[in-house]
């Protein structure tokens, strides 16, 4: 019997620290996972078609395509159980996963965090508030969508979009027909234009029995479209405050997640919450919980996923995240010469304009 399974023997009362936690993708996500879990003395091995990813300097890897069932099969006999880094994982790798290993989240969380058009409708389903928007499958399916939606809107392809990728902006007496054939016929939803107060996130953990715990809100500023700053805590009233962690306990009940639920929202300038998206896994928002938080957001996966008694989510201090993207990682010196600034840098070689290649946390 193989260390992997002789771990998987406990699997009733959760994975004990000694088991392997597989992570599908290798980006800083599952670095910083990675590096959580040895912290609590698990090993990770990171499937990742990239054999330089970042995590794969601190784990070991399979190196394979997501569509590779052999090299998910040689993966899965070495761990205890699975979770995900990165959203766009084919959901036929997770189900085959699931048949030899637990995979946390499932298959049924990820197809929903995969399109546009099935999260919005489970949110609305589950009570939340989203932007109004509309699918468009097809050129005739514009005229309704404008019509339902008025414009200025904002489109998006239904999947495959991060980052402000695969998005436009549509201004009255724009072209929506093009935007559409640009984005290449693919599906696409038409959201409504939100005049935002700011933009928040709330990242929720829980485990498979149920038992949750949800990090305080924080407050985000994006330039570029591109995540820029993560204010901890938000700074809103009390009442706000509540009302956003309420929204992501109830998406993550909702969507039965096991692990993490990031959720990210727009407070209107009527004091309105609506979800923007939500994503099952660390997300970039939560990076300040590494430094300014009882326990990481990445701490608090693997206790998740492991079916651990999930940690304190308690604030240790207000604190700023800035993201280092492209060149920016080059100020790392000058960073480190404030002794308060925490700086993690993720070991990319290559500084492309807009990439993520570290952060730093600073108490406010
Ligand atoms: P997303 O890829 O959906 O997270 O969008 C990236 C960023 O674009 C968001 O963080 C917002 O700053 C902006 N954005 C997206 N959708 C809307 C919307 N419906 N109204 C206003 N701003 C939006």
């Excluded at 409504?192 to 500023?221: K, Q, T, Y």
């Excluded at 989510?313 to 060149?327: E, H, K, R, S, W």
Aim: aromatic share 6%; proline share 6%; charged share 25%.
């Amino acid at each position: 019997m193989t260390d992997a399974s002789l771990a998987r023997q406990t699997m009733k009362d959760g994975i004990r620290p000694g088991g392997v936690i597989g992570i599908l993708g290798g980006g800083q996500l599952g670095r910083m996972t990675a590096l959580a879990a040895a912290e609590l003395g698990y090993r990770t091995v990171i499937f990742d078609p990239d054999a330089n990813c970042p995590a794969g300097h601190v784990a070991e890897t399979v190196t394979a395509a997501y569509t590779d069932r052999d090299a998910l099969d040689r993966f899965s006999a070495k761990v205890d159980v699975v979770t995900l880094e990165f959203e766009n994982v084919p959901v036929e790798a997770l189900t085959h996963l699931a048949q030899t290993v637990p995979v946390r989240p499932g298959a049924t969380v990820l197809s929903a965090a995969q399109d546009r058009a099935v999260e919005k409708t489970f949110l609305n389903d589950a009570g939340i508030e989203t932007a109004p928007w509309a699918t468009i499958e097809t050129p005739a399916d514009i005229d309704a969508a404008v019509a339902k939606i008025g414009l200025p809107a904002v489109l998006k392809t239904s999947r495959l979009g991060y980052d402000g990728k695969g998005q436009a902006m549509i201004q009255p007496g724009d072209d929506v027909r093009a935007a559409f054939e640009r984005f290449g016929r693919v599906p696409c939803v038409l959201e409504g234009l939100i005049d935002f107060e700011c933009e928040l996130s709330v990242i929720a953990a829980r485990r498979d029995d149920g038992a949750s715990a949800v990090f305080p809100p924080v407050m985000n500023e994006h330039r570029d479209h591109i995540l820029y700053k993560t204010h901890a805590p938000a700074g809103l009233p009390d009442a706000v405050e509540q009302e956003a962690v309420e929204i992501a306990r109830k998406a993550t009940e909702g969507l039965s997640v096991t692990g993490l639920l990031a959720v990210e929202m727009f407070l209107t300038k009527q004091g309105t919450l609506l979800v923007n998206e939500v994503a099952p896994r660390p997300h970039n928002s939560g990076h300040w919980t590494m430094d300014a938080c009882a326990t990481s957001q990445f701490q608090q996966l693997v206790r998740a996923v492991c079916g651990l008694p999930l940690g304190s989510t308690d604030i240790l201090y207000p604190a700023v995240m800035t993201n280092l993207l492209g060149d920016e990682c080059e100020e790392w010196s000058e960073i480190l010469s404030d002794p308060r600034a925490k700086l993690h840098l993720y070991g990319k070689s290559e500084a492309r304009p807009g990439r993520k290649m570290g952060h730093v946390n600073r108490p406010k």
